[in-house]
Structure formats: C-alpha cells, structure tokens
C-alpha cells in the first residue's frame, strides 16, 4: 500500500509511483487516502495524483513499455477469472450478494470480535452511560465516525448523547479553553489514537485528567504499538484500522468501521474477545521521539477478559 509509512513518510507520492510502476509494480495499492461525506472530501486529490502521473509519462520518467506491459497482465488475469467482460447476470448476482443488510450486519460483527483489550485498570471500560465522557480524536477524517458511534449508541439506549463532548486534537493545546472546560465536565477523558508516538499535548491531559481522579482510557485505532506510548493510560482497546468506508444495516455512514466499534464496544455493545496479533514491545521516548525496546509490553496473543464489575 503507497500510504503505508515506509514508502509515505521517505519519498514523494508520485516519486514512489514511478519507481513502483519502473519495477514491474502492476497495481498501485491505496495510493491516496480516499474519503468522502458532507464534511470531508479527498476524491480530488485522485485527480491530482493521475496529473501528476500523467506528467512524469510525458516526460518519459515513467515507462509506457512498463505500463503497457502491467496493462496486459491484469487484462490476462481478468480473463483467466472470466472477469473481464461481466455479464448481466453477475452484475444481478454481485448487486444481489454484496453490500446487503446481511453483510453490513456481519462485517459489524466480525469488527467486534476482533476489539482487543490490553489494560483496564479498576474497571475504566466499559464506560457507564451516566458517565460523561470527552472523547478527542486525531483528524477530522475520524469525525464522522465519531458522530455516527454516538449516535448508534444513543439509539440502542447505551449513552446519553447530552453527557458526551467530541473534539478533534489534531491542532489543539492542553490548554485550550474549551477543552479544559470540557474536561473539568468529564468523568472520564476517551483518547483516540493512530500514530506510534506520544502526543505532548494528549500526555498533559491525561494527567490532568489523574490529577482530579477522572480515569483515561485509549482507544488505538491503527497499529497496536501506541498502547506502549501512553502506558499511564487506565485501559488500552485496540481496533486495528481507522481506514475503509462502511454503511450500517439501515444504510447510514460512511463511517470508518473499526472506529466506530471500537467507541460502541467501549460502551459495553460487546464485550471485546480478540488477542493480540503481534508483540508490543515496551519503549522509550526521548525528545518527542519514539524508541523500540527489546522487551515486549504485551505479547502475542495476549488479550484480557476483565470486563464490567
């Protein structure tokens, strides 16, 4: 995938794209973060990526040898599978099977049983109702979700819309008025996170939030390792991706699933059942940045059952 931080963070996307493309690569997998609702648009930034790309052909930095021959093969496969040409009938039988009420049913499903818990100290999950509760995501992006989850939550009667107050952290301070005035309001401080570094901002709440007895909890959106960057945390919950687009049953959305069953699940709609798919090894920050160590925080396979009272 182009977006993932190894290729993201070390080279230009249409530099990255070209090299691929040079080296036989046939499909550029997830090259742009697409996301589209009534607040967020990304679609654009396809166009600007082909722009981009079309230019580097026209300069002769992107060989059309090399696409020609991509071009081929996935046409070779499409034949191969008898999906190169559909025909009305599995066009009827794909419109039939896909995107029902059944699979958006089971997707949720299958989403929940994969919600890991790693820490949940003096019971902070599931978080009661009653409760009034900050949750603080990382972008804009996640918003929607956010909303949705709330929502879907107030329906099935297990939170108490009035008592939750949302923000987006992506460029706010500790010491934002309106974010300590939510705060001193909360009983607990909800942290979605999905970046594998310490947010200095996110560290002085957090203790804020101990220092008047309110419990912290996370909820890790993306790669696990975070859980390791905020060990002071009071429950860890795991998702594993904060990307895709999904409806629900009744065709609500788009939301991004995993978030969204990761605040529901934290609301006690399931109780989280998964293990760990990797080592989590503990680390060491130092001047904003973050070091792997050789000893593992939480183990493969690891995953807790301490749930309610």
Same mark, same amino acid.
């Given at each position: 995938?182009?977006?993932?931080?190894?290729?993201?963070? %070390?080279?230009?996307?249409?530099?990255?794209?070209?090299?691929?493309?040079?080296?036989?690569?046939? #499909?550029?997998?997830?090259?742009?973060?697409?996301?589209?609702?009534?607040?967020?648009?990304?679609?654009?930034?396809?166009?600007?990526?082909?722009?981009?790309?079309?230019?580097?052909?026209?300069?002769?930095?992107?060989?059309?040898?090399?696409?020609?021959?991509?071009?081929?093969?996935?046409?070779?496969?499409?034949?191969?599978?008898? #999906? %190169?040409?559909?025909?009305?009938?599995?066009?009827?039988?794909?419109?039939?099977?896909?995107?029902?009420?059944?699979?958006?049913?089971?997707?949720?499903?299958?989403?929940?049983?994969?919600?890991?818990?790693?820490?949940?100290?003096?019971?902070?999950?599931?978080?009661?109702?009653?409760?009034?509760?900050? #949750?603080?995501?990382?972008?804009?992006?996640?918003?929607?979700?956010?909303?949705?989850?709330?929502?879907?939550?107030?329906?099935?009667?297990?939170?108490?819309?009035?008592?939750?107050?949302?923000?987006?952290?992506?460029?706010?301070?500790?010491?934002?008025?309106?974010?300590?005035?939510?705060?001193?309001?909360?009983?607990?401080?909800?942290?979605?996170?999905?970046?594998?570094?310490?947010?200095?901002?996110?560290?002085?709440?957090?203790?804020?939030?101990?220092?008047?007895?309110?419990?912290?909890?996370?909820?890790?959106?993306?790669?696990?390792?975070?859980?390791?960057?905020?060990?002071?945390?009071?429950?860890?919950?795991?998702?594993?991706?904060?990307?895709?687009?999904?409806?629900?049953?009744?065709?609500?959305?788009?939301?991004?699933?995993?978030?969204?069953?990761?605040?529901?699940?934290?609301?006690?709609?399931?109780?989280?059942?998964?293990?760990?798919?990797?080592?989590?090894?503990?680390?060491?920050?130092?001047?904003?940045?973050?070091?792997?160590?050789?000893?593992?925080?939480?183990?493969?396979?690891?995953?807790?059952?301490?749930?309610?009272?």
């Amino acid at each position: 995938a182009m977006v993932m931080d190894a290729i993201d963070e %070390h080279f230009d996307p249409t530099d990255a794209a070209m090299m691929a493309i040079n080296a036989d690569v046939d #499909i550029l997998l997830c090259p742009v973060d697409l996301y589209k609702d009534e607040e967020v648009n990304t679609l654009a930034d396809m166009d600007k990526y082909m722009e981009r790309l079309l230019a580097r052909v026209g300069a002769g930095d992107i060989s059309v040898e090399e696409l020609d021959n991509s071009v081929y093969r996935i046409l070779k496969l499409k034949k191969e599978r008898d #999906i %190169h040409a559909p025909t009305e009938e599995q066009i009827s039988e794909a419109a039939e099977a896909v995107g029902t009420s059944a699979d958006h049913k089971r997707e949720w499903e299958i989403a929940q049983a994969g919600m890991t818990l790693l820490k949940n100290e003096n019971h902070a999950l599931p978080i009661d109702k009653e409760q009034a509760a900050l #949750i603080l995501y990382p972008v804009e992006k996640r918003g929607p979700s956010v909303k949705y989850a709330v929502s879907r939550l107030e329906k099935e009667k297990l939170l108490d819309a009035s008592k939750v107050t949302t923000m987006c952290y992506a460029d706010l301070k500790a010491d934002d008025a309106k974010l300590q005035k939510a705060l001193a309001k909360a009983d607990k401080l909800v942290v979605l996170s999905q970046s594998t570094s310490r947010n200095k901002e996110i560290v002085k709440l957090i203790a804020q939030a101990h220092k008047s007895d309110k419990q912290a909890v996370l909820l890790s959106l993306n790669l696990p390792y975070d859980a390791a960057c905020y060990e002071e945390m009071d429950a860890v919950l795991c998702a594993y991706q904060p990307y895709g687009s999904a409806h629900d049953e009744e065709g609500n959305g788009p939301f991004n699933l995993n978030v969204a069953v990761a605040i529901c699940t934290a609301y006690n709609q399931s109780v989280p059942s998964g293990v760990l798919p990797v080592n989590v090894p503990k680390v060491e920050v130092k001047d904003g940045k973050v070091t792997f160590l050789d000893e593992y925080l939480y183990e493969r396979g690891f995953g807790l059952e301490i749930w309610g009272d």
